[in-house]
């Protein structure tokens, strides 16, 4: 799968990058968890089933730690935190 940018100008007038340009990955597919698994599988001696019940508590770790750090103010792992949501709607 390849990874695709598209170039947007930073246009909020408050922000210090303020007409700069940067480059913006686009999402062209997505894969759920049990796709992924199977690829994984393919790909080394771990079965399935195994690989599965390591990303379920993967999920599960990651939206308990975000609502720890969301609960003390942190905001470090925000960007798991939408990770961990389209994980947890497919």
């Given amino acids: 799968m390849a990874v695709l ?3 947007t100008k930073n246009n909020n007038k408050y922000n210090a990058a303020y007409g ?3 480059a ?8 759920d968890t049990d796709q ?4 994984m599988q393919r790909n080394c001696t771990v079965k399935k ?3 599965l019940a390591v990303i379920t508590e993967l999920i ?6 975000l609502q720890n750090q969301q609960a003390q103010g942190e905001r470090r792992f925000y960007r798991w935190r939408r ?3 389209k994980c947890l709607t497919n």
């Fill in 20 to 22: 700069k340009w940067y």
């Fill in 83 to 85: 990770v961990v949501v």
């Fill in 60 to 65: 599960e770790t990651m939206q308990d730690q």
């Fill in 5 to 7: 940018f598209r170039l």
């Fill in 49 to 51: 089933s195994d690989i």
């Fill in 36 to 39: 992924l698994a199977t690829i």
């Fill in 24 to 31: 913006q990955s686009v999402m062209t597919e997505t894969i």
